[in-house]
T-cell receptor
Framework: AQKITQTQPGMFVQEKEAVTLDCTYDTSDQSYGLFWYKQPSSGEMIFLIYQGSYDEQNATEGRYSLNFQKARKSANLVISASQLGDSAMYFC??????????????FGKGTRLSVIA | SAVISQKPSRDICQRGTSLTIQCQVDSQVTMMFWYRQQPGQSLTLIAT?????????ESGFVIDKFPISRPNLTFSTLTVSNMSPEDSSIYLC?????????FGPGTRLTVT
């Protein structure tokens, strides 16, 4: 079974500053994928970034980067140069088997990020 | 990225009635997934829908309450049956393209 833990129910960050959202995971799978999603108040789930368990380099997508520490089973999301539009819920998720579209995602409880002007 | 559409986007329903939510993907996918997100909560998987076979339900969800159809590789429906106020949630469908998983915009259901 897989489990995702997000220990920060809420975070505040000043506009233009960087922020790290924590995520730890537990799995017995050797091959797995880690995901981050953003959910604004509209409710849509916006895919942000993906990290495969065998990827040697940390994933980056624009202002988003994933700080992957396999030994610690952590996959923290770093948002650089925060913008007011970054205010939203952020979910960490994982799936066993890296490239299989046949297994569902397991989600953490989420972190609500508020960006302050 | 994959484009997933859902209908309706929101609805207000009376208890005891049923609502069918439609999900359309812009390309063929093997599996489609249905999630529920109760107010202020995370996403919980309801079931996995494979074309040509019965959906696989997660613990706590049953076919009589949440029947699912998957008539082809781009379309699925979820019915919320005999609704009660506890069914008020956002319902999201999801599908994979490569290693990435995308979600529809969600159906916001309120049961009165």
């Amino acid at each position: 079974a897989q489990k995702i833990t997000q220990t920060q129910p809420g975070m505040f960050v000043q506009e233009k500053e960087a922020v790290t959202l924590d995520c730890t995971y537990d799995t017995s799978d050797q091959s797995y994928g880690l995901f981050w999603y953003k959910q604004p108040s509209s409710g849509e789930m916006i895919f942000l970034i993906y990290q495969g368990s065998y990827d040697e380099q940390n994933a980056t997508e624009g202002r988003y980067s994933l700080n992957f520490q396999k030994a610690r089973k952590s996959a923290n999301l770093v948002i650089s140069a925060s913008q007011l539009g970054d205010s939203a819920m952020y979910f960490c998720a994982m799936r066993g088997t890296v490239n299989s579209g046949n297994t569902p995602l397991v989600f953490g409880k989420g972190t609500r990020l508020s960006v302050i002007a | 990225s994959a484009v997933i559409s859902q209908k309706p986007s929101r609805d207000i329903c009376q208890r005891g009635t049923s609502l069918t939510i439609q999900c359309q993907v812009d390309s063929q996918v093997t599996m489609m997934f249905w999630y529920r997100q109760q107010p202020g909560q995370s996403l919980t998987l309801i079931a996995t829908a494979n074309q040509g076979s019965e959906a696989t339900y997660e613990s706590g969800f049953v076919i009589d309450k949440f029947p699912i159809s998957r008539p082809n590789l781009t379309f699925s429906t979820l019915t919320v049956s005999n609704m009660s106020p506890e069914d008020s949630s956002i319902y999201l469908c999801s599908a994979c393209r490569g290693h990435e998983q995308y979600f529809g915009p969600g159906t916001r259901l309120t049961v009165t």
